[in-house]
Each structure stands twice: as structure tokens, then as C-alpha cells.
């Protein structure tokens, strides 16, 4: 089976700036379980997704195009680039802000905590 992504715009997604577009590549449906996001994220010049925690589920970024800046869970912040991944795990917080002037662009995938499902 070959399908377009379904693409998905959110305002203010977790408290953030701005609309984020989600591409997501499967659905919780297809992650069987297993996760609950598994999507390529575009995130304009100037928005962000707020400072949000991971409950029971974990999310690592990888980094396709542009730059930004990844807030840990102790609120330390780092710029990130292609290439970069992103580890957030379980019962952390993150957000991820791009105060460039080109779109930020990278993989997210919520991982569910083994033995735990999750929305």
C-alpha cells in the first residue's frame, strides 16, 4: 500500500507560537500500540511547541533541515541542526522553539512506555 501523508495544521500546539504542520507518516492506529505519533514536523520562522512533559511515553526528535533551539527537562537550552537527535525520555519535559528566519524541519516519534498505552 503506498498513501500520502496525512497533513494536519495546529495552532498553539502545547502552549507554543504560531502553527506547527504535522506530516504524520502513520497513524496511533498503525503504530499498533506501540506509539502514538510517528510524523515529519514543519515548524515556521518564529513558532515554537510549548514546554510540555511525556507521560508513560517518550519522543525523540531527529533534525532534518533548518535550525532551532531544543529546551530540556532542566530548561537548559541548545541549538540544534540536521543531524541532531533529540532524546526525551519518559516522564520529562521538553519544547522547541525556532527563532530563525527558515523553517525548522525534523521526525517525531512517541514511543509508548513498554507494557503502557497511551493517547
Same mark, same amino acid.
Do not use: W
Given at each position: 500500500?503506498? =498513501? ?8 498553539? &500546539? =502545547? ?6 504542520? /504535522?506530516?504524520?507518516? $502513520? ?13 515529519? $514536523?514543519? &515548524? ?8 510540555? +512533559? ?11 533541515? !533548518?535550525? !532551532?533551539?531544543? &529546551? ?19 516522564? +520529562? ?6 527563532? /530563525?528566519?527558515?523553517? $525548522?524541519?525534523?521526525?517525531? $516519534? &512517541?514511543?509508548? +512506555? ?6
Amino acid at each position: 500500500m503506498v =498513501r500520502k501523508a496525512d497533513i494536519v495544521f495546529k495552532d498553539n &500546539v =502545547r502552549g507554543g507560537e504560531g502553527t506547527i504542520e /504535522f506530516r504524520h507518516i $502513520l497513524s496511533a492506529d498503525e503504530l499498533m500500540g506501540h506509539g502514538t505519533i510517528y510524523a515529519h $514536523l514543519v &515548524v515556521p520562522p518564529h513558532c515554537s511547541l510549548g514546554f510540555h +512533559q511525556h507521560v508513560e511515553n517518550t519522543e525523540p526528535y531527529y533534525v532534518l533541515k !533548518g535550525k !532551532g533551539i531544543f &529546551v530540556d527537562n532542566d530548561g537548559s537550552r541548545t541549538e540544534i541542526v540536521p543531524g541532531d537527535v533529540c532524546v526525551i525520555e519518559v516522564g +520529562q519535559s521538553h519544547a522547541i522553539e525556532n527563532p /530563525f528566519e527558515e523553517p $525548522l524541519e525534523f521526525m517525531a $516519534l &512517541v514511543i509508548n +512506555q513498554k507494557g503502557k498505552m497511551t493517547e
